[in-house]
């Protein structure tokens, strides 16, 4: 069975650190990896995403992949209070008739405090 | 303008009912799905359907049946509801359905399910 961990936390950081969230996954021919962060009550919304063949940056957000051990990471650089929701991870694995399907974590809240 | 919209919002039932959760995407996306948010905040996949053709089906009870009418709907309907029933559900679409991007870009704002 395909498995995505994440720590639940909470992952306590002040305003302005870099907050760093990890996941690991089980299924070593995943090849799509995706962030998305849950505000409580809402829908997750999607943040970022990488593809097997490298790293991405956008804005504060830096998406990171370790294939050899199977983990990707988020940094959040100059963690702001909106920052402040719950983070899941998911990662696509191949199925059937060439679609992927996806897989996720139960996520990692974090916490920006000022 | 909302992207992916579901209706009801909040649905509260009791046990045994059957049910019908909408929903609707106006983004022109070819691939729609159902998730299921437990207690614990989990998000599981029921179903996905790209361009009104089922093409997966996680390990859900029959009492689960999805349908898409057209490609910018896809509608759950749950017979006999139960205590377990309770959740989440998310329904989602994307555009690109079978390649790496298979994933859901866009969320609707979900429907809280309660079995009384």
């Known amino acids: 069975q395909k498995e995505v961990e994440q720590n639940s936390g909470p992952l306590s950081v002040p305003e302005g650190a870099i907050a760093s969230l990890n996941c690991t996954y089980s299924?070593?021919?995943?090849?799509?990896f995706f962030w998305y962060r849950q505000y409580s009550g809402k829908s997750p919304e999607l943040i970022m995403f990488i593809y097997s063949n490298g790293d991405k940056e956008d804005g504060r957000f830096t998406a990171q992949l370790n294939k050899a051990s199977q983990y990707v990471s988020l940094l959040i650089r100059d963690s702001q209070p909106s920052d402040s929701a719950t983070y899941l991870c998911?990662?696509?694995?191949?199925?059937?008739?060439?679609?992927?399907?996806?897989?996720f974590g139960r996520g990692t809240s974090l916490i920006v405090h000022p | 303008d909302t992207a992916v919209s579901q209706t009801p919002k909040y649905l509260v039932t009791q046990m045994g009912n059957d049910k019908s959760i909408k929903c609707e995407q106006n983004?022109?996306?070819?691939?729609m799905y159902w998730y299921k948010q437990d207690s614990k905040k989990f998000l599981k996949i029921m179903f996905s359907y790209n361009n009104k053709e089922l093409i997966i089906n996680e390990t859900v009870p029959n009492r689960f049946s999805p349908k898409s009418p057209d490609k910018a709907h896809l509608n759950l309907h749950i017979n006999s509801l139960e205590l377990g029933d309770s959740a989440v559900y998310f329904c989602a679409s994307s555009q690109d359905p079978g390649g790496l991007s298979n994933q859901p870009q866009h969320f609707g704002d979900g429907t809280r399910l309660s079995i009384l």
């Open positions: 998911a990662v696509g694995s191949p199925w059937t008739g060439g679609s992927y399907i996806p897989t």
């Open positions: 299924d070593r021919g995943s090849q799509s």
């Open positions: 983004l022109g996306h070819d691939t």
